[in-house]
């Protein structure tokens, strides 16, 4: 008997981490997002870099939008920098919005500051 305790507990775990690695993955990748292009220009409230991705939340027409920029290694790479992002600052985001209704949300796959393109995709056509 213990040993088929055993492997129930074992089978339950698997099943388990296969369910929050589905979760993780339906959220980080771009199942959540439209297939459609989408423009958004706003200014920069606050700002959380770091990882899994960053996210900026930007003032349109008095209504909050938040824009998931790349991960750190991501806006290293394109020069995107902390101070780039910082409250205050005008930023266009070209990505795809959140298929989930009314969800004011973007995955951004090129930014613009100060006239300057940051493409953090530059495999996806944006």
């Not at 996210?55 to 750190?72: A, K, N, S």
């Amino acid at each position: 008997m213990p040993q088929f305790r055993f492997y129930y507990l074992l089978c339950f775990a698997v099943l388990a981490a296969l369910l929050a690695a589905s979760a993780a993955q339906a959220h980080h990748g771009w199942a959540w997002a439209t297939d459609e292009e989408f423009e958004i220009t706003g200014v920069i409230q606050s700002a959380r870099l770091g990882n899994p991705h960053g996210e900026l939340t930007i003032d349109v027409d008095g209504e909050e939008w938040v824009v998931e920029v790349g991960q750190p290694w991501r806006n290293d790479r394109v020069a995107l920098t902390e101070e780039m992002l910082s409250p205050g600052r005008e930023i266009t985001v070209h990505g795809h919005r959140s298929a989930k209704e009314g969800e004011r949300l973007v995955k951004a796959e090129r930014v613009v500051i100060d006239g300057e393109n940051y493409d953090l995709y530059p495999g996806r056509a944006s």
